[in-house]
């Protein structure tokens, strides 16, 4: 690491520690030519691959967009959108892989999503997973309502029921 005060291209390490978050180290170090002091962070990169190959940083804005789309009408506030973006980053994580493809970010909002508003999980699985009929609708209707217990706050019975 070079020094940002004489440039010179050593430094030493004084100390290390994590950031509160975990996904960072902060490190202290000392120029043995100036002996001035100075702190570097160091923080792990995660990249998405895109389907086309293309790479780009992680963004969790780019989640929170993407998601607030879908929550577009529902009663869903700033932090609820924030807090799932946290945890689609922990569990891109806790995956290990500095380098995620797009799918996976997709899926890891999923059960977030479903968790926080059904309609916002239907409408972003409508997208995410390219619905082309009405039969794509009613299945995944069919398997949220399978996989409702009494921990979902769902609203009124009749909200998921389909119309024949």
């Known amino acids: ?3 940002p005060f004489c440039r010179h291209s050593d430094s030493r390490v004084v100390d290390s520690r994590e950031t509160s978050e ?6 202290r170090r000392s120029c043995p030519e100036c002996g001035r002091r100075f702190t570097t962070v ?3 990169s995660r990249a998405v691959v895109k389907r086309s190959g293309v790479t780009e940083p992680f963004s969790r804005a780019k989640v929170v ?11 869903v506030d700033e932090d609820a959108l924030a807090l799932l973006a946290q945890r ?13 493809p797009a799918d996976e970010v997709g899926l890891a909002i999923l059960e977030p999503l479903r968790e926080l508003d059904v ?11 390219a619905f ?9 209707i069919t398997a949220l309502r399978a996989g409702m217990g009494t921990d979902h706050d769902t609203g ?9």
Do not use: H, N
């Not at 967009?65 to 009663?75: F, L």
């Not at 689609?88 to 995620?100: F, K, M, N, Q």
């Not at 082309?132 to 995944?140: I, P, T, V």
């Open 42 to 44: 160091e923080e792990m």
């Open 88 to 100: 689609v980053e922990d569990t891109l994580r806790a995956a290990g892989s500095p380098e995620i």
């Open 132 to 140: 082309e009929s009405l039969a794509d609708f009613e299945a995944e």
């Open 65 to 75: 967009s993407g998601v607030r789309k879908a929550c577009q009408g529902r009663p």
């Open 1 to 3: 690491m070079r020094c």
């Open 119 to 129: 309609v916002a999980y239907l409408r972003f699985a409508s997208v995410y997973r």
């Open 156 to 164: 009124p019975p009749d909200r998921l029921q389909t119309t024949r």
């Open 22 to 27: 975990g996904d960072a180290i902060r490190r």
